[in-house]
């Protein structure tokens, strides 16, 4: 529900009875659940001790449930947010590797999850799908309906990365998300997965569902709801822009800026100048958004992160050509296409290697 002072209060009385009295349970669920509020909350700073209490007292106890639970959600994600990318893959990799040994389905799919995602920004779509499905096999294992809404959701979202023939698949997948979430406890990620989804949405043209769910993950109460604020300001952002509103786009961004160097959210920080040349180049001042693509290229770049490098490419020829700049539009194309061959070369899978190059990862226009 969200209520996040309450769970914050009563995982700490959990944690502190259970050391009082030697009680091994208590004191590994209130630690770990209490790393996860603060994860919940962007308190990184302050879930990182908790966290890595709760990893050194349930490897003291050899309770290897709470190793993989903390090894595949509150450790890597902070140590993502750190910009300690190698050390958050050894998190997931241990974690995973506990989560098989032990059956923990839902460890495991919040691992895969984690893996695939980076997969995905990495450019390694056949990879990246087999974790997904993965993930969402596992959890379907669970029966709980926003576990069972997550699996269907990241699964739908890689599918629309490799776009093509892909999409349709894709906007079913979403649609079963949308009708689990119906579902008692099915709003639980509700952040996470409409912040998903209504990029996707934005991507197949569908500006109505996109703004609908976008508002959803800013305004209501859900457990993700600081977690994911970043991705839905950068989807308000994207429907300010469609509807002309740059103003407000101009205000979110601010926000989003605020939001995420406050936090020092590292991981996130590729945002501000993407968006920033998003608002530039909408507003017609190209040379501007040019400066702030290639900043954001270079931060992409940098990390490795070619299908997102893909689309700043594609950015950046737009506002060249808009500004006169032939020559290095058809450089941009150039790079992009260079990426669009050397992403699909590594997914194996044939079906989705070729729906993948056959739009270069663009998804159809099907709303």
Request: aromatic share 6%; net charge negative.
């Amino acid at each position: 529900a969200a209520e996040f002072d309450r769970v914050e209060y009563y995982m700490g009385q959990v944690a502190e009875i259970g050391r009082e009295r030697s009680l091994e349970e208590p004191t590994l669920f209130g630690l770990t659940h209490l790393a996860n509020t603060l994860v919940y909350l962007t308190r990184y700073d302050e879930a990182l001790p908790v966290a890595l209490q709760g990893l050194d007292a349930a490897e003291e106890a050899g309770n290897l449930k709470y190793q993989a639970e903390l090894l595949t959600f509150s450790i890597p994600t902070i140590q993502m947010r750190n910009g300690e990318f190698e050390e958050a893959m050894g998190s997931i990799e241990r974690g995973m590797e506990i989560a098989m040994r032990i059956g923990d389905r839902v460890s495991e799919a919040f691992a895969a999850i984690f893996q695939g995602k980076v997969a995905t920004a990495q450019g390694f779509l056949g990879e990246a799908m087999a974790l997904f499905r993965r993930a969402d096999a596992a959890l379907q294992a669970t029966g709980i309906p926003y576990l069972l809404a997550l699996g269907k959701c990241v699964s739908g979202t890689c599918l629309l990365a490799i776009g093509g023939p892909c999409t349709e698949q894709a906007i079913g997948l979403h649609r079963e998300t949308l009708e689990i979430m119906d579902m008692p406890t099915g709003t639980t990620l509700g952040a996470w997965l409409w912040s998903e989804m209504g990029h996707c949405a934005l991507a197949i043209g569908d500006r109505d569902l996109a703004k609908d769910l976008f508002d959803r993950a800013l305004t209501e109460q859900t457990a993700p709801m600081h977690l994911m604020r970043p991705s839905a300001l950068v989807g308000a952002i994207e429907i300010a822009l469609a509807e002309g509103r740059f103003d407000d786009a101009r205000g979110l961004h601010a926000e989003l800026a605020e939001y995420v160097t406050t936090r020092q959210m590292l991981d996130q920080y590729a945002s501000i100048p993407f968006m920033a040349g998003r608002i530039a180049a909408e507003s017609g001042n190209h040379d501007e958004a040019l400066d702030r693509f290639v900043e954001t290229l270079e931060m992409f770049t940098q990390a490795g992160m070619r299908r997102m490098a893909l689309d700043v490419h594609r950015a950046m020829a737009a506002s060249y050509r808009a500004a006169g700049r032939e020559e290095d539009a058809l450089g941009a194309e150039a790079a992009a296409a260079a990426l669009v061959g050397e992403i699909g070369a590594s997914i194996a899978d044939p079906d989705l290697q070729g729906a993948f190059l056959r739009d270069g990862g663009l998804a159809k226009q099907l709303a």
